[in-house]
């Protein structure tokens, strides 16, 4: 089978589309015919070497894929059924989705939902699937269209753009916060109600802010996020996932103990499965398919290895879909 497969030397990552022999496959009870993976910001940090990503080499990066199951000892499912695979471990520890064929465990895989394609939902991959996790971690917390505007950093990255459709489907009103005002047309396009520029969010963090916003979703972490924290509504609620700017948290606790405000952290790789197909079944129900179609660009399997490091420049917009069938 083709596949992207990173090695490492002594102190070397080499990075290479290579042909490998299915037999190299790791464990599983599930064999996937992979139709499509695609490149998150995990993967570009992995395929670069910029962070340590892989844990295990050789590694096949792709840290999602959906496709066909070829064979099946997993009760729950059976040749020919189309499926979903987001996290676990894939393309870090257990060998991923940037390769024709992948072998995994079962209880990985998620069943592709109605009224979407296995290409849709390779779109959506584990960035928009993180979204639907954080809209979901506000609506537990109680946040409401009615309880006031919700802003979303990074919002013309992956995350960012499936959680602005989403949000603007089910009729929140959305700040999108980008570094680039280029894509204020795009993300006006997905739903959002106004554009922001980064700047607002990147300069001296106050205890606490005039506020502006009811929840919010911060892919960015570091001093996006603590200004965030600072200008939440009182009873605000952050769903924070990345770390597009950094690890950091120089953030004050007035927010939480004048405000009330709620900081949600939000995990996709070992999210348990119940609320992994509760964000599928909103995803599936709730993304406007045309506005999903505007995030995707596709990559061959051929350009990945040359496509991930503008990932980690913020010079992507939306989603790169890397179709994988021969
Ligand atoms: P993308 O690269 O597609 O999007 C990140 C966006 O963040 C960029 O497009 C850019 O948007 C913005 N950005 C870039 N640099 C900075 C910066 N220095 N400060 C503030 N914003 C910045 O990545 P994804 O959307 O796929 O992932 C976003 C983050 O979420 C990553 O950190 C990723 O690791 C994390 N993540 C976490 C998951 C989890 O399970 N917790 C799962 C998936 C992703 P713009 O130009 O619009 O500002």
Redesign the pocket.
């Known amino acids: 089978m083709k596949a992207i497969l990173i090695e490492k030397t002594d102190n070397e990552q080499i990075v290479l589309l290579a042909n490998v022999d299915d037999a190299r496959l790791p464990d599983g009870d599930v064999l996937v015919d992979v139709a499509y993976s695609t490149i998150?910001?995990?993967d570009a940090l992995a395929i670069t070497g910029q962070a340590p990503v892989v844990r295990r080499f050789p590694m096949i990066p792709g840290i999602d894929f959906t496709g066909t199951v070829a064979e099946s000892s997993h009760p729950e499912f059976k040749s020919g059924d189309r499926v979903i695979l987001n996290g676990w471990g894939v393309g870090e520890t257990h060998w991923g989705g940037l390769a024709e064929r992948a072998r995994v465990k079962g209880e990985w895989l998620v069943p592709l939902p109605d009224g979407i394609d296995l290409r849709q939902a390779a779109a959506v991959g584990?960035?928009g699937y993180?979204a639907a996790l954080c809209v979901q971690a506000l609506e537990r917390h109680g946040i409401t269209p009615e309880k006031g505007e919700i802003v979303i950093?990074?919002?013309?990255?992956?995350?960012?753009s499936v959680a602005t459709a989403l949000l603007a489907t089910k009729g929140y009103a959305v700040t999108a916060?980008?570094?680039?005002t280029s894509?204020t047309t795009y993300l006006r396009e997905l739903g959002a109600a106004s554009v922001i520029d980064?700047a607002e969010l990147t300069g001296r963090v106050k205890a606490l802010g005039k506020e502006r916003w009811a929840g919010g979703i911060d892919?960015?972490g570091s001093t996006?996020l603590a200004n965030m924290i600072s200008m939440m509504n009182y009873g605000g609620v952050i769903a924070a996932?990345?770390?597009?700017?950094g690890m950091d948290l120089p953030a004050s606790v007035a927010p939480f103990i004048l405000r009330g405000v709620t900081l949600a952290g939000?995990?996709?790789?070992m999210c348990p499965k119940p609320d992994r197909l509760e964000a599928w079944s909103l995803l599936a129900s709730d993304l406007d398919l045309n506005k999903l179609e505007s995030m995707v660009t596709t990559v061959p399997l051929s350009e990945v290895i040359e496509a991930a490091p503008k990932?980690l420049d913020?010079a992507?917009r939306g989603r790169l879909v890397v179709p994988v069938a021969g």
Do not use: I, M
Request: proline fraction near 0%.
């Open positions: 998150n910001y995990k584990t960035a993180t950093s990074g919002a013309a990255g992956g995350v960012g916060v980008t570094g680039r894509e980064r892919v960015a996006v996932c990345g770390l597009a700017a939000v995990d996709s790789v990932f913020g992507v």
